[in-house]
């Protein structure tokens, strides 16, 4: 079995367990230890493809076109959204999710 079919597998046993007020923590800690991986990769992942955003909010804070609560405010509403992003595939266990952990336009490889 591939990384990418693992993942899928552990995904879809997580989301059953929850809908049973199961978790995959408490059930299998090695299975879950395994998802955190493939999932700390995708958001790292995510968060370099989003990379513009952050360096052109950086930019402007430091130009002075926007103030550091601006800034603050802004950084949060990438980041958050990105967990949010993040949060509806694991849910819906996107295929999608397969680009962040695979793309080969990505370094963060582990």
Same mark, same amino acid.
């Given at each position: ?25 408490? !059930? ?8 955190? @991986?493939?999932?700390?990769?995708? #958001?790292?992942?995510?968060? =370099? +493809? ?6 052109e909010l950086a930019k402007d ?18 980041? !958050? ?8 595939? @694991?849910?819906?266990?996107?295929? #999608?999710?397969?680009?962040? =952990? +695979? ?8």
């Open positions: 079995m591939n990384d990418q079919q693992n993942f899928f597998k552990l995904l879809k046993y997580s989301n059953e367990l929850k809908i049973n007020n199961k978790y995959l923590n408490k !059930e299998d800690p090695e299975a879950f230890d395994n998802l955190l @991986k493939f999932l700390v990769r995708i #958001e790292d992942n995510i968060h =370099y +493809s989003e990379k513009h955003e952050y360096i804070f430091l130009a002075d076109q926007i103030t550091a609560d601006d800034f603050s405010y802004s950084f949060l509403a990438i980041y !958050e959204g990105i967990v949010k992003k993040l949060g509806q595939m @694991k849910r819906k266990e996107s295929l #999608e999710l397969e680009n962040f =952990y +695979s793309s080969t336009d990505l370094i963060l490889k582990y």
